[in-house]
Structures are given as C-alpha cells and as structure tokens.
C-alpha cells in the first residue's frame, strides 16, 4: 500500500492542473457574460467593467472611458445619463468616430468626450501644433494611427490617417 506522502505526490500535478483549469474557465466564464446594456445603473456597470481610466463631463451626464493600455488598439467608452442609467457602451476607435471630429471647431475636450485619452502625445518642433495619436485597429484588420493635431488654443486644426510605426517593421527589413 502505497504511503500517504507518495500519493500526495502524485496527486499534486492533477490538483494543479485541475486548479489551472478552474481558474482558466473562470475567466472564460467573464468573457461570455454579454455586455453591459443601456438602461443598466452607473454602479451597475463600474461594477462589471471597474473603475474608469477617465470620466468627462458631457452636457448633464458623463463619459467613462475604459483605456486598452499602450498598445492596445481599441478604446471603449460608457455615456452616462443624468438619471445615471448607461446610455450606450462602444468601441471608440473607429473611422466614423475620428471622421466625426471637426477641423477649425471641435476642442481637446470634445475629442476627449468622442474618442477618449490619445496613445501618444507629441509636440513637433516644426510645427506649431500638439499631435494626439492614436493607434488602432482600422476595419478591425490594418494596424493605422490617426494623429489630431491641435494648435496652443486647443482647437483641432486638422487629422491625418497613417500606419501605425509601433507595428511597421518594415524598417527593419533590408
């Protein structure tokens, strides 16, 4: 008869395994809940997605923007209704969203409200504006960075579609 010790032995990469395999479904199980819905309560839905990297004012409600990190490539953003009821929950980085922005109008503050905190901000020296990029991922297949350019009023002068060097390395290639 084998020792207590000798079957614990053996036991041991079942038992991890099957807590790998627990803690794996488990994280599945959060990414097949559907997603928040309009109508859901502000407390509602900070629970299910947390706390929000940024919040702006936008008329008599809010918008929580959920940031993907530096290399991500897709922004959400949760509009919050004075009665403090989500209005909608949406990718932000699209064409139509950065189309929607206007040239000769539209403030830091509305792009903040559209499109969310820019991966990257940039000061050209050649240039009298402060550049916003944001990296993403155009059509859900090119790797593209749209760029707002601001001029020291803070209103946008003008935007520009390119790839994404974080993701070109065709410079690398000889």
Avoid at 75 to 98: C, K, V
Wanted: hydrophobic letters at 35%; glycine letters at 8%; charged letters at 20%.
């Amino acid at each position: 008869m084998p020792s207590p010790v000798s079957l614990m032995q053996r036991a041991r990469p079942k038992l991890v395994a099957a807590l790998l395999a627990a803690a794996a479904l488990s994280g599945c199980a959060s990414l097949l809940q559907p997603p928040v819905q309009p109508g859901e309560p502000e407390e509602q839905v900070v629970a299910r997605l947390g706390a929000p990297t940024n919040v702006y004012p936008d008329g008599n409600g809010r918008v929580f923007e959920y940031a993907a990190g530096a290399f991500g490539q897709y922004q959400y953003m949760a509009r919050i209704g004075p009665d403090h009821r989500l209005i909608s929950y949406e990718q932000a980085w699209t064409l139509q969203n950065f189309h929607a922005i206007r040239a000769k109008q539209d403030t830091k503050l509305d792009v903040l409200r559209r499109v969310g905190r820019p991966t990257e901000v940039t000061r050209y020296a050649r240039i009298p504006f402060e550049a916003w990029n944001y990296g993403f991922k155009e059509s859900g297949v090119w790797n593209s960075q749209m760029t707002v350019y601001f001029n020291d009023q803070g209103i946008v002068e003008k935007i520009e579609n390119g790839p994404d060097p974080r993701f070109d390395d065709s410079r690398f290639r000889n």
